[in-house]
């Protein structure tokens, strides 16, 4: 009960405890929660941003865990990243990804926090989250934080997993997050993965019971953005939203 209540009154802290000491099997374990999906959404969200952003200019990658999806988004155009994390452990990892890529003078990485982001008003022309809204304490001010920071028409694109609509698929999504996800944790990760693997199915039906998809519609247009688009994937298992900031 302990960590749960953590979880809830410090997020961003439990967060960075649970995924410390952990990046090294990161990505493995991202595709073994998301049923293998996790490529396939990530590039949805990053296809969406760069339609919108024409594929040039400096976007912020808040969340960028290993940089994956800074390196997807230098990959499919021309544009340069700031990749930000509350994690050393997953930067650090990150930064040795994008220099085996050779993209350090295209990716750059910072520490800190998605609702303190250190950038002033209107810096990127585009911004991706991934995975963040269930680490945070208030989820509307963390949107209206990272709106901040993108100039008026600029593109923000969000990925987040999700619970399926569907009452067959959703009973088979609850058997798949409470029972195959700790086991899968485990092998690709040993017991802190699993602990991971445990956490993660609670965690997202929890969010999603406190501030369904129709809140975080409402909450993004609160923050600033138009022409808000949701699509569902996989079954109803992953989210993927876009838009674009007002004003430009």
């Known amino acids: ?60 990658d808040v969340a960028t865990g290993t940089a994956g999806v800074s390196l997807m988004l230098t990959d499919r155009s021309d544009v340069t990243t700031t990749g930000l994390d509350v994690s050393k452990d997953m930067l650090r990892s990150g ?20 609702e303190q982001l250190p950038f002033a008003d209107g810096t990127f022309d585009a911004l991706t989250f991934t995975y963040l809204l269930r680490y945070v304490a208030d989820p509307a001010a963390t949107l209206r934080e990272l709106f901040r920071v993108v100039r008026p028409g600029g593109a923000i694109g969000n990925l987040e997993f999700l619970v399926p609509g569907n009452p067959v698929w959703r009973v088979s999504w609850v058997g798949y997050t409470r029972a195959v996800l700790p086991v899968a944790g ?43 688009t949701v699509r569902r994937m996989s079954l109803g298992g992953g989210l993927v939203m876009w838009g674009r900031k007002a004003g430009g």
Request: no cysteine.
């Open 95 to 114: 930064q040795s990804r994008v220099a085996r890529r050779s993209r350090g003078d295209r990716i750059r990485l910072v520490l800190g926090k998605a």
């Open 1 to 60: 009960m302990g960590s749960v209540q953590r979880s809830r009154s410090e997020p961003t802290v439990f967060a960075r405890e649970l995924f410390q000491g952990l990046p090294s099997r990161y990505d493995l374990l991202a595709e073994a929660l998301s049923f293998g999906q996790n490529h396939r959404w990530r590039r949805a969200m990053v296809d969406a941003v760069l339609r919108l952003n024409g594929g040039s200019g400096r976007v912020l």
């Open 186 to 228: 485990f092998i690709t990760g040993g017991r802190e993965w699993a602990k991971v693997g445990r956490f993660l199915g609670p965690s997202i039906s929890e969010h999603y019971r406190r501030y369904p998809v129709e809140w975080t519609i409402g909450a993004w247009q609160a923050a600033g953005a138009t022409d808000v």
